[in-house]
């Protein structure tokens, strides 16, 4: 049973990575990274498990503690990053009423 579920989370993290490689948008690369660090952290939970080791838990919760601040950081970060020759606020339009 725990080789099956090895198996099928191998599974899943490599359709993980095809879909960050091959994603047509920004969004679909950061969920595929994303859900990718998730299944790390049950590969890491399940492996201590099965060699007996219950430290893994620690090191599983560290990284899935990090792996959700650093999809946070790369979010925020391409939020607030401007396009190349884009105007740094953007202008309002003249309502020709005068007086600003």
């Known amino acids: 049973m725990f080789a099956a579920a090895t198996v099928a989370i191998i599974a899943a993290m490599v359709l993980a990575l095809v879909r960050a490689f091959a994603g047509p948008s920004l969004y679909d690369r950061v969920l595929a990274g994303n859900s990718f660090g998730t299944k790390t952290v049950l590969l890491i939970g399940l492996m201590g498990f099965l060699t007996g080791r ?26 607030y990053r401007q396009p190349k020759g884009a105007p740094a606020e953007p202008r309002r339009a003249s309502t020709g009423g005068g007086g600003e």
Request: charge should be negative; hydrophobic fraction near 70%.
């Open 54 to 79: 219950p430290d893994f838990l620690d090191i599983a919760i560290l990284y899935a503690l990090i792996n959700f601040a650093a999809t946070i950081a790369i979010l925020r970060f391409f939020s």
